[in-house]
Nanobody, 121 residues
Framework: EVQLVESGGGLVQAGGSLRLSCAAS????????IGWFRQGPGKEREGLSC????????HYKDSVKGRFTISSNNAENTVYLQINNLKPEDTGVYYC??????????????WGQGTQVTVSS
């Protein structure tokens, strides 16, 4: 059974940092890309970053470059998203997903349940 489990969300003040984790199981990790998505209140789910697990290539949405860093520990089947200098507009549910890569939900086959990030001003 494929499982993706996010953790690390919480309530933080603007300017703070968080590291989100995505623990994967049930599939061959290196065969996939992992993407991170965010769905803010009343907004559509948007792709933020992805990592190609076979070679570590990373991609970022322009609006998060410089503040978000995606990384992986392939030995532990875990992908991380480090978020620095958090802003209130970063508030939302963060999802990780496994698929072919990219920034659209259609490119992903498996999804986690999400972890809530709330940034207070």
């Amino acid at each position: 059974e494929v499982q993706l489990v996010e953790s690390g969300g919480g309530l933080v003040q603007a300017g703070g940092s968080l590291r989100l984790s995505c623990a994967a199981s049930g599939f061959t990790f290196d065969d996939y890309a992992i993407g991170w998505f965010r769905q803010g209140p009343g907004k559509e789910r948007e792709g933020l970053s992805c990592i190609i697990l076979s070679d570590g290539t990373t991609h970022y949405k322009d609006s998060v470059k410089g503040r978000f860093t995606i990384s992986s520990n392939n030995a532990e089947n875990t992908v991380y998203l480090q978020i620095n200098n958090l802003k209130p507009e970063d508030t939302g549910v963060y999802y990780c997903a496994a698929g072919s890569g990219g920034f659209t939900w259609m490119e992903y086959d498996y999804w986690g349940q999400g972890t809530q990030v709330t940034v207070s001003s």
